[in-house]
């Protein structure tokens, strides 16, 4: 069987969790069927890995117009492959044009959904309505839809109702235990801006709309004053969204020490430290259909104070390996919260409590350990994916 697996990131090239799944999917994968990647970018050294730019008369094109150029060269060269297997709104053309171009199955994995970030008419323009359409058009006529969480299942059926919902398989995330482990390294931490012998917050992810930044700012206000905040956060969406947030963090800097900005992308060594030196992880996004940041601070010790949206409940089982923080949410695509200032307070006292009591933090990392052995290993998602490969072919 040759799968070619279709995506716009693939390593080095990585800036979110969809790019983790398919690394670490491909290697599981290739312990026995052959997986050719097509990817988005620069070329790669690896065996079996092919990179496509964009068409030189589409450089100056509209960004999805851009990433159609790039799908066409991929479709064409999806010639001779069993199945296709897209990953994302980026590739789910490809795959889409190949099934129709070849007849041959095509896999798509839904890792978000178009019209639940509404926010990224920001920043596609007109473009967003064609990686609506595309991921729409896409997703209904795939031979099968993987689904990262039954958050993310949920929505998929209610989104797109055309979607035979005996065609989508929930095949969660998972996460490289030998990787992503507890490192015990406090230079490495103070290196870095923290003191891992004070209490401390950290948050890991891109600087966009739905992983609700702006609202984890404002709830640290609330915050005792000993405890720090570190922030991993990078790659903005838009540039108005950046200055939200550089306005809350100076904001926030006004009032209180301990505030640490990080916008470089952290080796694994040095952020795998500052989970393990942290007292508590958070994840306040108001969209994350699973939220692979959270299986990596499990991993690496740290108990999660996540939002009750998506599939991060599935991941954080509350009381266990971390708090849920409830989420009510209107019903608009954007996420909002109802209450946002309910929110926000909300947050502050779970990160407030989890911070209070370090040896009840650190029990629910320990859990959180083990819950990530135990239910996220990529070996048992690899045997699900390709057993689902086998039930596609199989007709």
């Known amino acids: 069987m040759r799968v070619d697996l279709l995506t716009r990131e693939y390593p080095p090239e990585i800036y979110g969790g969809a790019g983790v799944h398919v690394a670490e999917l491909v290697t599981a994968l290739r312990r026995d069927i052959e997986v050719v990647v097509r990817c988005f970018g620069a070329a790669r050294d690896e065996h079996g890995v092919h990179a496509y730019d964009v068409p030189a008369e589409l450089k100056a094109a509209n960004g999805a117009l851009q990433t159609m150029g790039v799908d066409l060269a991929i479709a ?5 492959a069993d199945l ?75 989104v797109y109702p055309d979607l035979d919902p005996e065609r989508v398989k929930v095949i969660y995330n998972g996460i490289d ?78 009032t209180r020490e301990g505030v640490v900005w990080i916008d470089r992308h952290l080796p694994r060594h040095e952020l795998c430290a500052l989970l393990s030196a942290a007292t508590t992880f958070v994840c306040p996004s108001v969209y994350e259909p699973l939220g692979i940041v959270n299986l990596e601070a499990m991993a690496c010790g740290a108990p999660v104070v996540g939002t009750g949206t998506g599939g991060i409940p599935e991941v954080v089982v509350h009381g266990e390996t971390g708090t849920i923080v409830p989420l009510e949410q209107l019903d ?16 502050a006292a779970a990160l407030t409590e989890m911070v209070a009591d370090p040896d009840r933090a650190r029990a629910l990392g320990e859990a959180g350990r083990l819950r990530a052995e135990r239910e996220f290993s990529w070996l048992s998602i690899a045997d699900r994916t390709r057993a689902l490969y086998a039930d596609v072919l199989a007709g």
Request: aromatic letters at 6%.
């Open 177 to 254: 235990l030998t990787s992503w482990r507890r490192v015990d390294d406090p230079d490495t931490a103070r290196s870095l801006g923290m003191d891992p012998d004070r209490p401390s917050i950290v948050f890991v992810g891109r600087i966009t709309r739905q992983k609700g930044l702006p609202y984890l700012l404002r709830a640290a206000r609330l915050l005792p004053p000993e405890v720090q905040l570190v922030l991993c956060a990078g790659a903005p969406d838009t540039p108005e969204i950046m200055a939200e947030v550089q306005a809350l963090v100076a904001e926030l800097r006004q």
């Open 332 to 347: 608009d695509g954007t996420g909002t919260p109802i209450d946002p200032e309910r929110f926000v307070s909300d947050l």
């Open 76 to 80: 064409r060269d999806a010639v001779g």
């Open 84 to 158: 296709v297997h897209s990953h994302t709104w980026y590739a789910n053309f490809a795959g889409h044009v190949a099934k129709m171009l070849h007849g041959i199955p095509h896999v798509a994995t839904a890792h978000s959904l178009e019209p639940l970030r509404p926010w990224k008419a920001e920043q596609l323009g007109g473009g967003y309505r064609l990686s609506s359409w595309i991921e729409r058009d896409a997703l209904t006529s795939a031979d099968a839809v993987v689904a990262v969480s039954e958050g993310m299942r949920r929505d998929l059926l209610r």
